[in-house]
């Protein structure tokens, strides 16, 4: 019994360390114009297909503080995807990763609706 519990393989514990979809738009909202590519501060969105998800995560005040802006950021349900996936050396570095709706996400009904 005693040989058995020391075959048993147990994963560390997960642990997100990728930066917060803010960081990672605050990161690249004066980058992403220089490579022609417009984002909307106040309506967060799929950076790669561009869906929408409609008011719901839409910032309603035109006179919203920077800090409302990110907390808006933070809130939508998108993933935070590699750029350079960690396979192939890709880090979790603010410049890596960018927000975008997942595989399942991209298959499903809410997307394909809008």
Known sequence: MEARKKDI??????????????????????????????????EPGCWACGFHYGAKYDIKRPDADWPEILQCWNRIPLQRCHIIPRSLGGTNDVANPFPDLSRMSRSGSEHESS
Do not use: H, M, N
């Open 9 to 42: 393989v147990v994963d560390p514990p997960f642990t997100d360390d990728l930066p917060l979809k803010s960081q990672i738009f605050e990161y690249w909202k004066e980058r992403l114009p220089e490579l022609a590519f417009f984002v909307d501060w106040g």
